[in-house]
């Protein structure tokens, strides 16, 4: 079994959602509902050592449009959110990530050191995202105090508008080329995370911001969960350019298990084979090189192939890639070196 460090997940969303309606969020991780895609005992199971976990705000009316007979597709972006109703569910995503660290269920990692041990341990290792910034003014005041409740990850935006950048439509067929790049709070955030060692994530952004975020960083270019857009064309993957900028910055990109983002038809659809996953790792390690891909699986945010079903069956697409011929050394940089290189760096750590 390989250890996977995985890029993207969105479990606290569950935990979130379930304990508005007055479920014990450390109880459901623990002891696993059988729900969605991760809890303790399913991703002990599939080897999911850990991952990085998304404060995400949801978009309430976001209802993906149904393709039409040519099979394409394209959502209207969800409307901008205010600050403060998502700066306090914001707090309350924190605050659950926080019980379950003081409980023990997860340990709350905020370094490199902090994975290694808790991986060592079995437990798993969780690093708080921030998926979109709604909740973060563009004074940029808020990002200090996530920052010391272990925040060491964000992306400017999500697949909507903010202060600080514009995100792509979930659209199909569509380049990731939908809109402006980075307001000037936009530069001033990636610049702030530069300064407190916190992770610029460009999945979901545009075309433009990916190449402002590009001109301004001193980090590594880094899409946590995005997929290659020469195979599968949705605004969301990313262009062959994009691809060489992110080797050049010896950057990583984690694969989506979104099937709207593997197949080459675009289409959501659980019966999606393993071979489009391994495609579109074949087309990345070739294009980038082996340091430069790893996973982000969405789990708990997509509707991922059927054959991995959850995190429980997270090695089969492991054995997969070992099928197709990666070695233990290659499989090693997939599934958490490549990741926890890219963190250490970003988070001005000694790997
Ligand atoms: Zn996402």
Redesign the pocket.
């Known amino acids: 079994m390989q250890a996977v460090f995985d890029g ?1 997940n969105d479990v606290l969303l569950r935990l979130w959602s379930n304990a508005k309606n007055g479920a014990d969020p450390v109880h459901e991780f623990v002891n696993g509902t059988g729900e969605g895609h991760i809890d303790g005992p399913r991703a002990k199971r599939g080897g999911l050592a850990g991952g990085l976990s ?1 404060i995400y705000i949801p978009s309430d009316h976001l209802v993906l449009k149904t393709p039409d007979a040519n099979g394409h597709y394209n959502t209207p972006l969800s409307e901008p959110l205010q600050r403060q109703p998502s700066l306090d569910i914001a707090l309350e995503f924190t605050a659950i990530a926080l019980r379950l660290d003081r409980a023990g269920a997860w340990k709350l990692c905020r370094s490199v050191t902090d994975i290694r041990t808790a991986m060592a341990q079995g437990v798993f290792a969780a690093v708080l995202h921030m ?1 979109g910034c709604e909740a973060i003014g563009a004074d940029l005041a808020a990002l200090e105090t996530f920052h010391a409740a272990g925040l060491r990850s964000l992306g400017p935006v ?1 697949s909507r508008h903010n202060v600080f950048g514009h995100g792509v439509p979930f659209a199909f067929p569509m380049g990731p080329d939908t809109g402006p790049g980075l307001t000037d709070a936009g530069f001033d955030l990636v610049r702030e995370c530069n300064r407190l060692g916190i992770l610029v994530d460009l ?2 952004i545009t075309e433009k911001g990916f190449w402002d975020v590009a001109k301004t960083t001193d980090q590594p270019l880094i899409a946590s ?1 995005s997929n290659a857009h020469s195979l599968t064309t949705v605004a969301r993957n990313l262009t062959d350019r994009q691809l060489d900028a992110i080797r050049d910055s010896k950057g990583l990109v984690g694969l989506n298990y979104a099937t709207t983002m593997l197949r080459p038809d675009g289409q959501e659809n659980a019966r999606t084979p393993l071979s489009d996953m391994v495609r579109h790792i074949d087309y990345m390690v070739e294009r980038m090189g082996i340091d430069c891909v790893a996973l982000g699986s ?1 789990f708990d ?1 997509a509707t991922i192939p059927e054959e991995i079903g959850d995190a429980a069956g997270n090695q089969s697409l492991i054995v997969a890639l070992r099928a197709a011929g990666y070695g233990d050394t290659d499989l090693t940089k997939l599934c958490r070196e490549n990741w926890l290189r890219v963190l250490a760096q970003a988070w001005h750590e000694a790997a």
Request: hydrophobic share 35%; glycine share 12%; net charge negative.
């Open positions: 993207h998304a998926e999500w999945a979901h969960h969405d945010g």
